[in-house]
């Protein structure tokens, strides 16, 4: 009996442990290379809730070459459905084939927040405002003259293309809107 936990904690020694180090290492090299605090983070993270309450809409429309449309800038005033994280919207009768699409968060209305969402050369000038999480955005035209409003598409990376969405930004946000369903494993 002894010989087989002498055995056993050997290979958690051998196995776990160096495991456990070298994820504990690359935490705090990814952490230096980033070269941001947790103090830092905090202040990021609180950051973002005044950037998406204070749109910078001159700036981004300069940024992206065209106006926003007005549903759009008027989305950005309805700030509980903008702090909302992690749901599901789904067009009304629609099967799996048409959604339900994810949203994860919403996207700021800064130069900054738009330089880091998706390249949208290849389809057209745009303005991104939601992020699926996983580096997918939904994002909008802007057209030299501000229209009421715009149909939405999603700009995809993997695989890379861009789908209509819905017809209007209007008729995008009155679908039903649900918490993002958690699937558990069988």
């Not at 099967?95 to 968060?105: D, E, F, H, I, V």
């Not at 880091?116 to 003259?145: H, I, Q, R």
């Not at 598409?153 to 679908?175: I, K, M, Q, T």
């Amino acid at each position: 009996m002894r010989d087989t936990l002498t055995t056993i904690g050997a290979i958690i020694v051998i196995v776990v442990v160096p495991a456990v180090l070298v994820l504990w290492l690359r935490d705090k090299i990814l952490g230096r290379v980033r070269g941001e605090s947790p103090e830092q983070r905090d202040l990021r993270l609180k950051a973002w809730p005044q950037r998406m309450l204070h749109p910078e809409i001159e700036s981004v429309e300069g940024s992206c070459g065209g106006k926003i449309p007005a549903r759009l800038i008027a989305l950005y005033s309805d700030h509980e459905l903008l702090l909302r994280h992690d749901f599901e919207i789904c067009p009304p009768g629609e099967g799996p084939k048409n959604g339900p699409w994810w949203l994860s968060s919403f996207v700021p209305l800064t130069v900054e927040d738009q330089d880091s969402t998706a390249d949208l050369t290849e389809f057209g000038k745009g303005c991104c405002f939601a992020g699926d999480g996983m580096g997918n955005f939904y994002w909008v035209p802007v057209e030299p003259d501000r229209k009421s409003d715009a149909p939405v598409y999603f700009a995809c990376h993997d695989p890379w293309g861009n789908e209509r969405v819905a017809d209007s930004l209007d008729e995008f946000l009155s679908w039903p809107r649900t918490a993002k369903a958690h699937r558990s494993s069988k």
